[in-house]
Nanobody
Framework: QVQFVESGGGLVQPGGSLRLSCVAS????????MGWYRQAPGKERELIAG???????RYKDFVEGRFTISRDDAKNTVSLQMNDLNPDDTAVYYC????????WGQGTQVTVSS
């Protein structure tokens, strides 16, 4: 059974940092390109960062330089270090394998507010 469990969200002030983690199960993790997605209120879920099995990374322009995606294949974990957060980053954050994009976990809420 494929499952993704996200954690690490919370309330943070503008300019602050958070580190999100996601544990995957039910897949051969090391074979998949993993991604972090987010869904802001009233908007569709979108892919914001991805990491290939060879650790090549890609980012959406609006997070490039602020967010860093990483993976630990031994722990079936993908992480997202988020720095210099701003209110536009407020969203529910999800992880998934790009080749699957299902099922979706509960996500983890990130709220950036003063």
């Amino acid at each position: 059974q494929v499952q993704f469990v996200e954690s690490g969200g919370g309330l943070v002030q503008p300019g602050g940092s958070l580190r999100l983690s996601c544990v995957a199960s039910g897949i051969t993790f090391s074979r998949y390109t993993m991604g972090w997605y987010r869904q802001a209120p009233g908007k569709e879920r979108e892919l914001i960062a991805g990491i290939h099995p060879d650790n090549r990374t890609r980012y959406k322009d609006f997070v490039e330089g602020r967010f860093t995606i990483s993976r630990d294949d031994a722990k079936n974990t993908v992480s997202l270090q988020m720095n210099d957060l701003n209110p536009d980053d407020t969203a529910v954050y999800y992880c998934n394998a790009l080749q699957l994009e299902r099922p979706w976990g509960q996500g983890t809420q990130v709220t950036v507010s003063s």
